[in-house]
């Protein structure tokens, strides 16, 4: 009896392992809405005595990214239309740029009282950030398969949720994004895929990107 049961698990398939792993490029734009102040009262016309008295204002701007990280795949990627994957990413968002150079119709006040028109370039303080900001992305998604073979070309959509985890000045931020994307089986096991993303950010309010991904993946099953 026990070398009937040993000569059965010899010939017993072995489980296919499903999925796969992939390494990623990222690039896009941001928005960010840049805080800076005016060192002559726009209401009462008249010189500030101490910086705490600066009137605010913001401007909106839009920040290149680029990035990169590896994904992993949940799911038969050369049959199914439908497949999982999880995104970790470091990325970093280009400095912003001197809102002295933005004093115009795009500018904000924060204070409705505020007279935007008399806001002169010469008494903007600025408060920018002019270095990269370093992060790190974690997105759980999926890949639905619209039009095309899985095994082949395939045109599908594309999302993930996620958050920027790890940030160097604190600012972490919750992210939901959607869009269309492409997978084409280069033979067996590799397949290259890229899609073309909008995405929301969060943190106090929203704010809008956009953002093009490419993926080389080398498949399990």
Do not use: C
Not at 204 to 211: L, Y
């Amino acid at each position: 009896m026990r070398r009937f049961i040993g000569a059965a698990l010899l010939l017993a398939p072995a489980p296919a392992l499903a999925g796969g792993m992939g390494i990623m490029a990222s690039g896009g734009l941001h928005q960010e809405q840049v805080y800076f102040y005016s060192s002559h009262s726009t209401i009462n016309d008249r010189v500030y005595s101490s910086q705490f008295d600066y009137e605010q204002f913001r401007v909106n701007q839009y920040i290149p990214q680029i990035g990169g990280g590896f994904e992993v795949l949940l799911g038969d990627a050369r049959d199914d239309k439908i497949v999982g994957s999880v995104r970790v990413l470091y990325n970093a968002d280009l400095a912003q740029h001197d809102p002295s150079e933005q004093v115009d119709g795009a500018v904000v006040a924060t204070n409705p009282e505020s007279n935007v028109d008399a806001l002169s370039v010469d008494n903007v303080v600025g408060a920018y950030r002019p270095d990269i900001r370093h992060m790190g992305f974690v997105m759980v998604g999926l890949s639905w398969g619209l039009v095309g073979d899985p095994n082949g070309l395939q045109f599908a959509l594309v999302g993930h949720v996620g958050t920027a985890l790890v940030t160097l000045d604190h600012t972490e931020f919750f992210m939901a994004q959607a869009g269309p994307g492409i997978t084409y089986r280069l033979n067996r096991r590799t397949q290259l895929a890229a899609d073309l993303q909008y995405q929301a950010r969060f943190r106090k309010t929203f704010t809008h990107s956009g953002s093009g991904n490419v993926s080389l993946r080398y498949l399990f099953d």
